[in-house]
């Protein structure tokens, strides 16, 4: 018995409207990666919250190294030694990685009232050097990737001296190179004792790094199985409980023939962007691979006009498009769902049926007021074509799965009716039954005669959905293949990294 850490037993939750967990239950072992899996809206998240203190359960028993406790708070959960590294990052962007990491308990000099900063960075120093980081302790985390933010979020948690550490999709903004630094500080982890719970929708890192996988669906659980006693496709099915869709590559002929919608040419921004020229025809979905750095986002928010452009133009069906602001690319017809849905996709407090409205507000304006009958009415419509699960249009944003909040925003620029929609990471971190039905939704739309830029990490996905693929690195082009039978994984990361075949 005194190898088990945590034993969770008979966990219920309830939101406005949703039984998020029913008889939860969870167990986790001193030195083990335990896989939890399950689609959005499956309870993870929130049975990993209770744990950690950002929700109190409504019923239930926690047992954490022999005793019962009630865990309720944040600070409680840390002091006990357990911490969670969140899917949505939770950085002071103008703080130092130093003053991220200790902040709440800064080292002190003689008179109290004066943080020693020096000691701060000396201790940074030894932990990023235990972990074999190469980041300096004093660089503001505005000026950090995505990934090394991810990582600066794991040494925070260890400075904790944490005996359990939950980490909430921390790939999902990662390169190969970045996973593998990961899964070394895993291992390094592991062999100290620690504790870790691994929450991913990637099937193929579950084999490599979890030990045991307990599998949730609909918030109860369903079963616990040794990783090295299953396969992926077991696990799949007993997280959906229905038959997953999986796409071949789409025949190309169609969007070769058809007229161009968006041609861009010469797009540069200094330092980002050089020299970018494309053209998307109608009926299209156009994959952006590269790797992380490459420019795919920043090439992304300056078609949108989100960032502006030193050079080059934008044309939309031969007209030029003035990018001066999303405003004015929205008037053009383009759509673009951000890879950060949470800040840039929808908002939250809000409800259903306003962040489907959003793009659109001035089509339901009636003189001086919104049209609230019009808007429910496109809300339901909008709400039943992309099945998104909700208990109302009236249901906050933030109380829907990942996978319901991305159809949200899709659905917003479908109420918007754009002919180009740009996607940055449309299923990042939602789960395989969620990707299955944005697949399908892509494929409908560009059958419609939408065409689409769909930037995507994961290579199988471009593989799967695009009819032609453009590779970046550096911020240039660096290739374009028909996605055809030479079209590759391997081709594509050679074009990433400018091994030009």
């Not at 203190?53 to 005793?67: A, H, L, S």
């Not at 090439?299 to 030029?320: H, P, Q, S």
């Not at 949470?342 to 409205?357: I, Q, R, S």
């Not at 799965?401 to 996607?423: A, H, M, P, Y």
């Amino acid at each position: 018995m005194e190898q088990w850490v945590v034993r969770m037993e008979g966990i219920e939750k309830r939101f406005a409207g949703v039984h998020a967990l029913k008889q939860g239950r969870f167990d986790l072992k001193s030195g083990e990666v335990h896989a939890l899996v399950g689609e959005n809206g499956a309870g993870k998240s929130t049975l990993m919250k209770i744990l950690t203190g950002v929700y109190r359960m409504d019923e239930g028993r926690i047992v954490y190294k022999g005793q019962e406790v009630r865990i309720a708070d944040t600070r409680m959960a840390q002091r006990l030694g357990i911490a969670m590294i969140h899917q949505e990052l939770n950085l002071a962007k103008d703080l130092t990685v130093a003053q991220n990491i200790f902040i709440g308990r800064e080292p002190r000099k003689a008179l109290p009232m004066f943080v020693d900063d020096k000691e701060m960075n000396n201790r940074t120093k030894a932990l990023l050097r235990q972990m074999r980081l190469d980041i300096a302790p004093a660089t503001p985390i505005a000026q950090l990737t995505v990934a090394k933010q991810q990582m600066v979020e794991i040494m925070k948690a260890i400075s904790y001296e944490s005996q359990v550490l939950v980490m909430d999709e921390p790939t999902a903004s990662l390169s190969d190179s970045e996973i593998d630094e990961l899964f070394r500080m895993i291992e390094q982890l592991k062999s100290k004792g620690v504790a870790i719970v691994y929450i991913s929708h990637r099937m193929g890192e579950l084999k490599r790094i979890t030990d045991r996988i307990t599998v949730m669906r609909d918030g109860a659980y369903i079963d616990t199985v040794p990783t090295a006693e299953v396969d992926m496709d077991q696990i799949i099915a007993m997280m959906v409980g229905r038959e997953i869709y999986q796409p071949s590559r789409p025949e190309r002929k169609q969007a070769e023939q058809a007229a161009p919608v968006l041609q861009v040419n010469g797009l540069t921004r200094k330092g980002k962007l050089h020299d970018i020229s494309f053209s998307l025809r109608k009926g299209e979905i156009l994959g952006v691979a590269g790797l992380v750095g490459a420019g795919r986002t920043e090439l992304a928010r300056a078609i949108f006009g989100a960032d502006r452009i030193d050079a080059g133009e934008i044309l939309v069906n031969g007209r030029k498009l003035q990018t001066t602001s999303p405003h004015q690319a929205v008037k053009g017809g383009i759509g673009y769902l951000s890879e950060d849905r949470k800040h840039f996709g929808c908002l939250l407090e809000m409800d259903v049926k306003t962040n489907l409205a959003l793009a659109s507000m001035s089509s339901f304006a009636r003189a001086l007021f919104m049209n609230d009958k019009r808007i429910a009415e496109a809300a339901e419509q909008r709400v039943e074509e992309l099945k998104v699960k909700t208990p109302g249009i009236g249901q906050q944003v933030k109380y829907l799965s990942g996978g319901n909040q991305q159809k949200v925003i899709i659905g917003k620029w479908l109420t918007r009716d754009c002919e180009i929609l740009i996607f940055d990471e449309p299923t990042r971190g939602i789960d395989v039954g969620a990707k299955s039905e944005i697949y399908r939704l892509l494929e409908r739309l560009a059958a419609e005669g939408k065409s689409i830029i769909m930037i995507s990490s994961e290579l199988p996905e471009v593989l799967r959905l695009s009819h032609r693929i453009l590779v970046m690195c550096e911020g240039r082009i660096t290739g374009e293949l028909m996605n055809d039978e030479h079209a590759s994984q391997e081709r594509i990361m050679n074009y990433a990294t400018k091994r030009i075949v």
